[in-house]
């Protein structure tokens, strides 16, 4: 069974760079046709989708003006992780990111919040 | 941009039956959308219950399908259970694989 942990700072100060990894355990990374999801929510809001990488490393990213152009998702096949970068936080991307596989085969981690504040 | 839309809220009686539906803001749902759903209870990640318009993962209730339906995808569930009040989220993709969400349906078990 995939498990999936992500890890990374609680706490990211405005106008910083947010950075999260998504450990892979239970399955290698490389393996199958996976896609490597990230997805965000802010308190008592709605689910948002972020981009995803493939087994391939081919990568895909939310066209939503509040995340276009600051997403940056990349895998670490030789510790088995992959890691989502957004820059130029504001408090707009306070929420809790969860990493999954999505479809036919779909794990996800239980999620980390991250806060942006000075 | 284009905007998935879900209803906002519906409510059902125990045992009865619902449907909820996911509409794109750039025309008909198609199974080239690849609609999945998930449920989430609060304090909780979500799960998926549809994935590719129809297919149940393995610990998806039977009372739990999913359709298109009149150019949107739609969740059904039938004999509702208590345990099935929770939010639920329809994703699709567009173009080269880009996924968006909609707003979610709270339902609730009344």
């Known amino acids: 069974q995939v498990q999936l942990q992500e890890s990374g700072p609680g706490l990211v100060k405005p106008s910083q760079t947010l950075s999260l990894t998504c450990t892979v355990s239970?399955?290698?990374?490389?393996?199958?046709?996976?896609?490597w999801s990230w997805i965000r929510q802010p308190a008592g809001k709605g689910l948002e989708w972020i981009g995803r990488?493939?087994?391939?490393?081919?990568?895909?990213?939310s066209p939503s003006p509040s995340l276009k152009s600051r997403v940056s998702i990349s895998v670490d096949t030789s510790r088995n992780q992959f890691s989502l970068k957004l820059s130029s936080v504001t408090a707009a991307d306070t929420a809790v990111y969860y990493c999954?596989?999505?479809?036919?085969?779909?794990?996800w981690g239980q999620g980390t919040l991250v806060t942006v504040s000075s | 941009q284009t905007v998935v839309t879900q209803e906002p809220s519906l409510t059902v009686s125990p045992g009865g039956t619902v449907t909820l539906t996911c509409a794109s803001s750039?025309?008909?749902?198609?199974?080239?959308?690849?609609p999945n759903w998930f449920q989430q209870k609060p304090g909780q990640a979500p799960r998926a219950l549809i994935y590719?318009?129809?297919n149940k993962h393995s610990w998806t209730p039977a009372r739990f399908s999913g359709s298109l339906l009149g150019g949107k995808a739609a969740l059904t569930l039938s004999g509702v259970q208590p345990e099935d009040e929770a939010d639920y989220y329809c994703?699709?993709?567009?173009?080269?694989?880009?996924?968006?969400f909609g707003g979610g349906t709270k339902l609730t078990v009344l």
């Open positions: 999954a596989t999505l479809g036919a085969n779909d794990f």
């Open positions: 239970g399955g290698s990374l490389t393996s199958g046709d996976f896609y």
């Open positions: 990488i493939s087994t391939r490393g081919r990568t895909n990213y």
């Open positions: 750039s025309g008909a749902v198609t199974s080239g959308h690849f």
């Open positions: 590719s318009t129809d």
């Open positions: 994703l699709l993709y567009y173009g080269s694989g880009q996924g968006v």
